[in-house]
């Protein structure tokens, strides 16, 4: 299918921009011209799943339903060690007030938890389906492991970038080139096992 003499339009099933831009930066070679769900009237689907494999493969499958086309979904979010996880998949509703509240929240629920217990990790899955009855989705997961800051740096990328600090770089991921973050973060890295296993099938 990533054969570019039949380059095929799939679907992404997300409605977050800054997803849409790094995923369509990210598997930009895989020679798949990708068109957001916008283009097809997907209606919002409730992520009732409990895991982001659930919440992506509900995503996938709408996507798919409502365009015809083999559909792209990505859930992701930020674990927090010292909050046994949280915000996990509940990381875009955290506080109920888009990116700006879930990162104060976030910031507020870590007050007096010292640096070493701010550990965090970014979880990215991204699921691949031929249709929406696609019984074997593809499936590829990856995460990004780093610590929470006391106070957000950087003005790139979005969601919980400005507080997730990223060791190997010694910067926030908000404070990395935008061509940086999209070789090393999680969602890049899922990205190169989709490639991986779409070159495959
Ligand atoms: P779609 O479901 O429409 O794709 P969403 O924002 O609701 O968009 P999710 O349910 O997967 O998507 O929630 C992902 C949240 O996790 C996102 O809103 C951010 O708060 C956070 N997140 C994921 N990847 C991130 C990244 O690379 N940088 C910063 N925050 C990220």
Redesign the pocket.
């Known amino acids: 299918m990533i054969d570019s003499a039949h380059k095929q339009t799939v679907v992404l099933a ?3 921009a800054g ?1 849409l831009r790094e995923l369509g930066e990210v598997l930009a070679p895989l020679g798949v011209a990708l068109a957001p769900q916008s283009e097809f009237n997907v209606p919002e689907v409730e ?1 009732n799943g409990l895991s982001f494999v659930e ?1 992506a493969i509900i ?1 996938a499958r709408a996507a798919a339903e409502h365009s015809g086309l083999p559909a792209i979904a ?5 674990e927090v060690d010292f909050l046994n996880g949280a915000p996990g998949i509940y ?2 509703r955290y506080s109920g007030a888009g ?1 700006e509240g ?1 990162n104060a929240r976030l910031l507020e629920e870590l007050r007096d938890t010292p640096e070493p217990q701010r550990s965090a990790g ?1 979880q ?1 899955v991204l699921v691949y389906m031929r249709h929406a009855l696609d019984p074997t989705p593809l499936v590829c997961q990856a995460s990004w492991e780093g610590f929470i800051l006391q106070e957000p740096r950087g003005d790139h ?5 400005p507080l997730f600090y990223v060791p190997d770089h010694q910067c926030s ?1 908000a404070e990395l080139p935008r061509e940086l973050k999209n070789r090393i ?1 999680h ?1 890049a890295k899922a990205s190169a096992l989709l490639f991986e296993a779409l070159r495959k099938r």
């Open positions: 997300s409605g977050n997803k992520e919440n995503k990505d859930d992701s979010g930020l990381s875009a990116d879930n970014f990215c990328g979005f969601g919980y970038d991921s973060s969602r």
